[in-house]
């Protein structure tokens, strides 16, 4: 079977609608045609500053949410990244393969350096792609399911693993991985500005849906949805981006294609439709939310999940690492 990484901060108490039709929701679809790796990345998360108790309260949150969601740990290798140390390991391997300039051109990092000042931008912010190459090439990753924002660094994850393998061959080190991106969710946008990503540090608090909240709170936020000023419903991401992202989250909620709810919504205002979704978001979401709670109250069993998790990400980690080593020349530890 294929294999697939990836990984989510646990950088807030909930996940956002985002995250979970970006990313999540492929992870929970992939468990069963692939042996699939996933997990929380705390050490990505304290490139900005972190409480240490909101930091682990938010750890736990992000591995209950994600079993919530319907990761199944029987089907998948769910971890925490800093329980299987060869991250930090091989990321200093890979640090030394990437050029300055090449790091300097992620477009992620050049947003929110710029939002934060130099001052108070980490050098981990800026090596944090960096970072991620090894998360992925440690598990030789076939593919890489993730929201479009991270096209850039999976793109940069290819150029380093071929780079190692060249220099370092004959027989390659490291499977070169492919990004897994759905056009269809690969971005889900603010409800308030909805020609911009949906995103826990940059939305507004009535444009984010987090999917924690009480239900009846997201639901406004929907109804309270940014449009335009016509009146048909129809997709159309360049004339109607409210609308187009709000069909686009119907239809992955519901399981109906954009086609059957424009044609559902013949003849019908806008406000039909954020009606509409506001009540399908809050019955979605409401068995989500019970998983979740059910596992934030059984601390033992998630440490149990994790423990395994790490064990047998570690046993692929290992083995990974222990090759690079030999091969970059460090003498081996008697
Ligand atoms: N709006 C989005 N649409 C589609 N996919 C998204 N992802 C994030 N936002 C969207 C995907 O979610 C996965 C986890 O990303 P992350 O751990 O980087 O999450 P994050 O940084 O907490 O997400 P934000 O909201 O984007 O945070 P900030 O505002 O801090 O930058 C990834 O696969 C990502 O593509």
Known sequence: RP?????????????????????????????????????????????????????????????????????????????????????????????????????????????????????????????????????????????VPVGEDQRQHVELTRDLAERFNHRYGPQPTFTVPSPYILKETAKVFDLQDPTAKMSKSASSAKGLVNLLDEPRVSAKKFRSAVTDTGTVVSFDEKEKPGVSNLLGIYSAISGRSVAELVEHFEGKMYGALKTELADAFSEWVAPIQERTQAYLDDPAALDEVLARGAEKARSVASETLATVYDRIGFLAAK
Not at 35 to 52: C, K, R
Not at 60 to 65: D, E, F, N, P, T
Not at 78 to 97: D, I, K, T, Y
């Open 3 to 143: 294999r697939v990484l990836s990984g989510i901060q646990p950088t807030s108490g909930s996940f956002h609608l985002g995250n979970y039709l970006g990313a999540v929701r492929q992870w929970v679809a992939l468990q069963d045609s692939h042996d699939a790796y996933y997990m929380v990345v705390d050490l990505h998360a304290i490139t900005v500053e972190q409480d240490p108790a909101t930091l682990r309260a938010n750890t736990r949150a992000s591995v209950a949410q994600l079993l919530g969601m319907g990761l199944d740990p029987e089907r998948c290798t769910l971890f925490v990244q800093s329980h299987v140390p060869e991250h930090a390991q091989l990321g200093w391997v890979m640090n030394c393969m990437a050029g300055f300039g090449e790091a300097a051109r992620m477009t992620q990092f050049k947003d929110k350096s710029a939002k934060q000042g130099s001052d108070r931008t980490t050098v981990g912010l800026f090596t944090y792609p960096i970072l991620q190459v090894a998360d992925i090439l440690l598990y030789q990753a076939d593919q």
